[in-house]
């Protein structure tokens, strides 16, 4: 939910790009005292000469180089002094080292010492994947520099959060990180997460992945310089050089490899398959009764209703509306969207509203959980309630209060049982740009005491004392507000606008001007820890729309405050590409139909097709547009029963990915050049998509048409709807007169797809249903799948769970693996698609143990 609708003006004044110096003339580094042993290097980088470019120049860093695993290299460079700020160990943990040595490894480190100067090459082929020999590195108290050099014209992906082009411009291309929320943001602005990740695919000589973990605000600039050089350079205000690169080759390891250091995604309830409604601007808890059963009258299945703001009291988390949502009226609806085996989800916001009658507030701020400013008291800034303060994820009381909040006002027995929580406006999104819109003496806040809190004399960390090991919570004596380098944040020119101040000392010590984009996974995660409490074995769903590098172990994440255009519906498949392919985030969605503005009939048709294709699967909308609920056009409503009715008859298939991800970092949506690596016509391509490894899916993008060219990769594939196969030697298809229910899926060849045997209303009735197994043979007459089952809903399944490895070698299935999860269901029928059309064995098998079935 929850746009901003700031005057337009203030547009006006939201650029304030920055034209980098020139570098050249910076020495930079020398590399000396050398260590070098077989599975790590040291050496000291002494600074040549000062440049002080844009701030002062640190002047000995430390150089670790870790050859970690086999394919992961980790390259971190820090001050000697270990000041400077670096991710906390518990906000992201880093990966162990398993001291694999340099001579195994497929990424080799290689550097100049005089200017230091590093390289990065792939060991099978001797490809130079990163680069830095030409500009030595810039490493100053609030600007760090670090360039590669790449071939020209490279395939470069991630470096989220965007709704650019998934394949990422070469040239003149600046990707800004500084999480943001604006509504109708014009493309090439920051969003709401950072993602300082790319991978980088250089066609059948490999793939592979470059993180840097930071968290500061920078510009990655892709660019060419004069000469014709292709470069990729990182602008970073801060934090130190972190970097890990990953060998893949394979593109699909990438993303494995890199969800290994950032942690696997969580695995999700199965119930959040289902499909969700919301909207900001439900009048009534009677309204949202009307809307459960006008979805239940037209026969589409409606699995979770949300609440926004609304349920609010003044906007107030943890309140509801006395009148409009009476709290007795919401536990009905709860309890009975229960007994139908349906759920419920509300929303919280970070701000909360300062008033001594406020019991959130006062229970925080006995706890300590509120960002002070430097006088002691509490920051403060506006959100939906008005003026709030701001909960500091850092402090170590926090949690607790949050928890205890959940708790309570969450309680099944009195309050609301909620089946999950959204966590929104984390960015945090202030809508108040500066202190200017605060009172300074307010009306709601009687107690002196607590208007002005007592100041906290030792905010900072006393550094440790042996081994000269800093607190790597910051250098002091910076400027917090306006760095020399200036970020290409578009969102009110300076970092602290519509946002928290960056000067402000979280209770670690540590500042949110470097920990600003940490702000919403923060959230995020204590929430997910809340969730845990309240139900210790259940497995907690967030969602957050804020994020950052490894949100995924703990949040779903939808793409914000969108439009409903036909524009915004295609830029949702480039965005559902990186976030699940790239960033490692595989619960996520758009807002189907479109946040902002007014859903046209055919369009929001379309896109309740081709979201039932995408793992989360939610419509919303803004309280300024008009109801988009699918039941209220016939065609949208007739196109929704269709694609909930296969998404719901294919949802083992997507919830047995969720658990390959959530177990070892798996794509669950993979862009085609991950199975067609060699194939260039597939780099580009970004308005199709694989949902799992065997379903490709083509929907119409064009704006009210019904035709759709896309293109199907050298393969045997098999039209998902008519079981046809079709042979392609690589190249694009057209189809006409594609009605606005349909959407092109292909299976491909040498896959075996699950699917239960029929639909249901509610996730709960699916999962009775018994299987139909589809077997899809490839051109070399094999095919393999699996099938995972557990309980849908337990933290720990423990052994109560079936992993189902099906093959196919051309004349019989096998099933053979672990069957540990106990039920009564049965493959009632196999499939085995081909030349002479289908073929078909009725069953039953039960799923309790391996079975070989011949055809
Ligand atoms: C850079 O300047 C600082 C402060 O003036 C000085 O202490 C330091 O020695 C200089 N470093 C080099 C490498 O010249
Ligand atoms: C790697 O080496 C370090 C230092 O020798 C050692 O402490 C650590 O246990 C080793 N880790 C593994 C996984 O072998
Ligand atoms: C680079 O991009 C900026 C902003 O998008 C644009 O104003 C400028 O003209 C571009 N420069 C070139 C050389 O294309
Ligand atoms: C539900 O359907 C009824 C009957 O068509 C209609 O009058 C009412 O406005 C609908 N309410 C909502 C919230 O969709
Ligand atoms: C942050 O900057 C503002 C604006 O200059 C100033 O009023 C405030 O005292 C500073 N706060 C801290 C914590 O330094
Ligand atoms: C869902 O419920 C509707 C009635 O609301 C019913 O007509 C339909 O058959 C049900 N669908 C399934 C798949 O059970
Ligand atoms: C697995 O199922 C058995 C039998 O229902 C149960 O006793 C056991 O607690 C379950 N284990 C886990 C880890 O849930
Ligand atoms: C706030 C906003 O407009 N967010 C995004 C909505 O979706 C479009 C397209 O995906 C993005 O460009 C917007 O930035």
Redesign the pocket.
Known sequence: MASLFFPLLLFAAAVLGHIPRPAAHCPGYRATNIHQNP?YATADLVLIDNCSLYSKDIQSLRLLVEYETETRLHVLIEDAGKEVYQVQEHVLARP????ATANEAALKFSFTEDPFTFTITRASNGEVLFDTSDSPLNFESQYVRVRTRLPLNPNLYGLGEHSDDFRLPTSNYTRTLWNAEFPFIPSRTNLYGSHPVYFDHRGDSGTHGVFLLNSNGMDIIIDKTELGQQYLEYNIIGGVLDFYFVAGPEPAEVSKQYAEIVGLPAMIPYWTLGFHQCKYGWPTIDHVAEVVANYSAAGIPLETVWGDIDYMRDKLDFTTDPSRYPLAKVRTLVDQLHQSNQHYIQILDPGIRRHDDYGPYTRGAEKGAFLRATDGSYYRGIQWPGEVVWPDWFAPGTQDWWTSEILSFYSPSTGIDVDGLWVDMNEASNMCPDMTCLTSTTSTTTNPRQQQPPPQPHRRQPPSQGGGQGPKLGLPNRDLLSPGYHIASRHGGTLSAFTLSTNLTNADGSHQYDTHNLYGSMMARATHRALITRSPTKRPFVLTRSTFAGTGSHAAHWFGDNASTWAHYRAAIRQLLAAAAVHALPMVGSDVCGFNGDAEERMCARWAVMAAWQPFYRNHADASAPDQEFYRWPLVAEAARKAVGVRYRLLDYLYTAMWRASREGRAVVSPLWFFYPGDAATWGVQTQWFLGEALLVSPVVDDDSQTVRFYLPRDVWYDFWTGEKVVSVGGMVTREGVEWADIPVHIRGGSIVPMRVRSANTTAELRKENFVITVAPGADGTARGELYLDDGESLDVGDNKSVLTLTWNGRAVEASGMFGYATDLVIERVVVLGDGGPRTQEGPWRLHKAFILRF
């Open positions: 599975s162990k080292t398993q001291n």
